[in-house]
């Protein structure tokens, strides 16, 4: 039934109070006398490694993970996990030696490091495209997913949805970053235990069709035996799902790039880390890759499930649109057979997903715009209490323009893979002007511009070579493309480089050692714990 019931608008309202009370405390709990603008954009010093940890995995979840990734689960099953347990070992890579530098030198946005290394054109160029996506791409197609997925299981109109979902992100991001990191705990645990109830009703579900009961164990045994070929992380060349995920890509190829882009190079990812000191940073980002390993299980899974039930005839009109497949459709679907109140509490951790995404860009949004536009462009001399102003009302407006620009978004289908690709065409460019400038000093800002440059275009005629040579050109996995991309790239940067060399001033120096790069033990542990659960996943699914 694709509507919500009394018990389960009673949980959602519980968890809308719980989250707006606790965001309020938090707000008069640790606000200063005198407003300070890194303290509201960055909420400086305050933010605990578990709260970091819980807003990095709240920032990165939402709606396309629920519905996007079970989609691709029910489409081609286990494999589609990479994007997350690959995730994992990234932000180890990122905590050792990423991380270390932005905190060494001071960095709170990702302008602001283009602007130290290179000069104020490079990272204008950047802050400029930056918005621009974050508003039009990241924003929008946030609102759009969470507003169709909630829309789809309950009575409340698409529209409506859209607003909802915009105003209660507003509410939150306005409090600030201290606001935004430590209601993201909740929001992560609601999401956690919401996403789990799912999939323990999808394995129950299984198990019972199958005669077993509700022996979830019984019903993870059916899904390898009647789903074998969704449960295989490596494609080969002759899979139909190669061009998804090419082979051995995921593993050092163009996923590393997408990842170390994403989660070390992403201003409204990194900027969790920016305000605590170097410890309590790499912890937040241990956490965090711990919840990671996680994600496939609340959101990978229940799409097999449905997959397998509806080979076995169930389903065949919920998961089609005008008589085609839909894998999108697993998840609400699965979603609208919870009963009253466990309906609630899922609805409220896709809610919590969404909000908690929404709030994590917005937040970025105006951190760029307040940092490294006006107050670089507009007004020099503005107050902290005046940045902070304008950092407010730059919430507003985006979310307000994204909001009006969403419905324009219909046509999407297949929704994760489609987000990926896309962003996957600025990673590259992203990834070689961020790793140059940190560990080649002889990166000129030259090179650094036709790098900010080149990206897209190169990145559009590689995609689209094959069409405009007739199939002379091969088509690529858009794995390989970033590849090639993120190579060509660098080969650029570093000839420009070399054949105009460039005397880096004081200002422009990043300050790069060894010394940067130890880590304690506890880390250490910590990080070899996951690299060992990662090592036995793919050896029993490779």
């Known amino acids: 039934m694709n509507h919500l019931q009394t018990a389960d608008y009673i949980v959602f309202f519980i968890y809308f109070i719980a989250i707006s009370s606790y965001g309020y ?110 508003v039009f791409v990241n924003l929008t197609s946030i609102i759009y997913l969470g507003a169709l997925a909630i829309s789809s299981i309950s009575n409340i109109s698409f529209e409506w949805c859209i607003v909802g979902l915009s105003i209660f992100s507003m509410i939150v991001t306005l409090g600030g970053m ?35 009961g509700n022996d979830i164990f019984a019903g993870l045994s059916v899904l390898r035996k009647e789903a074998p070929t969704h449960f295989h992380m490596i494609f080969n060349s002759s899979d139909k799902y190669y061009d998804k995920l090419p082979g051995l890509s995921i593993l050092i190829g163009g996923m590393l790039i997408n990842n170390l882009a994403y989660w070390g190079c992403n201003q409204y990812i990194v900027q969790r880390a920016l305000g605590a000191d170097l410890n309590t940073a790499r912890k937040g980002i241990l956490f965090a890759a711990f919840l990671k390993l996680l994600v496939p299980v609340i959101a990978v899974l229940p799409g097999i499930v449905m997959f397998v039930l509806h080979n076995k005839g169930l389903f065949q009109t919920e998961m089609a649109s005008d008589g085609v497949i839909k894998p999108d459709h697993a998840y609400p679907t699965l979603m609208n057979l919870l009963p009253p109140g466990l309906k609630g509490v899922a609805f409220a951790a896709l809610t919590a997903a969404i909000v908690a995404s929404l709030a994590g860009k917005a937040n970025s949004i105006s951190t760029i715009f307040s940092l490294d536009i006006y107050k670089k462009f507009f007004n020099k001399d503005a107050s902290d209490r005046k940045m902070v102003k304008v950092g407010r009302w730059a919430v507003a407006i985006s979310m307000t323009i994204a909001a009006i620009v969403t419905p324009a978004l219909k046509s999407l289908d297949q929704a994760y893979q489609f987000i990926q690709e896309y962003v996957g065409f600025i990673s590259p460019g992203v990834l070689a002007i961020f790793l140059l400038g940190f560990f080649w000093k002889r990166t000129t800002a ?31 996995p858009f794995f390989n493309r970033m590849e090639i991309d993120f190579v060509v790239i660098v080969l650029l940067m570093v000839g420009i480089s070399l054949m105009k ?3 880096l001033t004081n200002e422009q120096a990043i300050e790069v050692d060894t010394s940067m790069f130890k880590i304690s033990t506890s880390f250490a542990i910590g990080a070899i714990i996951i690299m060992g659960i990662l090592t036995a996943l793919y050896t029993i699914f490779w």
């Open 25 to 134: 405390y938090i707000y008069h709990k640790k606000k200063s006398k005198d407003i300070s603008s890194k303290d509201f954009f960055l909420a400086e010093g305050s933010l605990t490694w578990w709260a970091i940890g819980a807003s990095l995995i709240a920032s990165n979840i939402s709606a396309e993970h629920f519905i996007g990734m079970s989609g691709s689960g029910f489409a081609l099953g286990l494999a589609i996990a990479s994007y997350e347990w690959m995730a994992a070992a990234t932000l180890i890579i990122v905590a050792v030696f990423i991380i270390p530098v932005y905190l060494k030198n001071k960095i709170f946005t990702m302008p602001q490091f283009l602007a130290k290394r290179y000069n104020d054109k490079v990272s204008t160029v950047m802050a400029v495209f930056w918005l621009l996506v974050y």
């Open 501 to 503: 060399p460039q005397t």
């Open 446 to 476: 030259a090179a650094a511009m036709v790098g900010a440059l080149i990206t897209i275009p190169l990145s559009t005629v590689l995609k689209f070579l094959p069409v405009w040579t007739n199939g002379a050109f091969p088509d690529l």
């Open 178 to 212: 201290k606001v935004i990191g430590y209601t993201d705990v909740i929001q992560v645990l609601v999401l956690i235990i919401g996403g789990l109830v799912t999939t323990y009703l999808a394995l129950s579900l299984l198990s019972n069709e199958y005669g077993f």
